[in-house]
């Protein structure tokens, strides 16, 4: 069997079953303003899945844009939930609290302050100190992700309304 027969096999029931693969949602803007800090991680990966959007572009001037999006608040938590035996914190919910607003061009506001709040749950091992730090940075990166990919399919969602 040719490698192109064996690609249409795999993918032909995959295109009868409505499959697609994920993409970035289509924005209801034209152009888009921003006011993330330069150094939030947040920001850099939501400017970089704008790029990717069809019919988005984001803009440095907020009097030229169609809508702003305004962050409010960005935060990353740590909290104890669970203690060992000796009383050491052995579990912890790390969460990532961003919260935003939308106006129009005419200072219409699209969304009012809306608050996304993800939480993940984390031991915690004396031994495996570096190795654990290392697995909170990959919770918050991947918090971080799903809160962009959650951002943008509420700004896709005010075309809708």
């Excluded at 608050?115 to 918050?140: G, P």
Aim: glycine share 4%; proline share 4%.
């Amino acid at each position: 069997m040719t490698a192109a027969a064996i690609a249409a096999a795999v993918t032909a029931p995959l295109s009868g079953c409505g499959f697609h693969l994920r993409r970035s949602a289509d924005l209801p803007f034209r152009t888009l303003y921003t006011n993330f800090s330069p150094t939030s991680a947040i920001g850099a990966e939501f400017r970089r899945l704008v790029r990717v959007a069809q019919d988005t572009r984001i803009v440095d001037d907020p009097k030229e844009a169609d809508a702003r999006l305004e962050v409010l608040s960005e935060a990353r938590e740590k909290e104890v939930v669970g203690y060992s035996s000796t009383g050491r914190p052995r579990e912890y919910q790390l969460r990532l609290r961003f919260t935003f607003r939308v106006v129009a061009r005419d200072s219409t506001v699209l969304l009012p302050p809306t608050e996304i709040v993800l939480h993940r749950d984390i031991t915690s091992s004396d031994v495996e100190q570096v190795a654990k730090q290392q697995e909170e940075e990959l919770l918050y990166k991947e918090m971080q992700s799903d809160l962009v990919q959650q951002l943008l399919r509420r700004l896709a969602a005010l075309g809708n309304k």
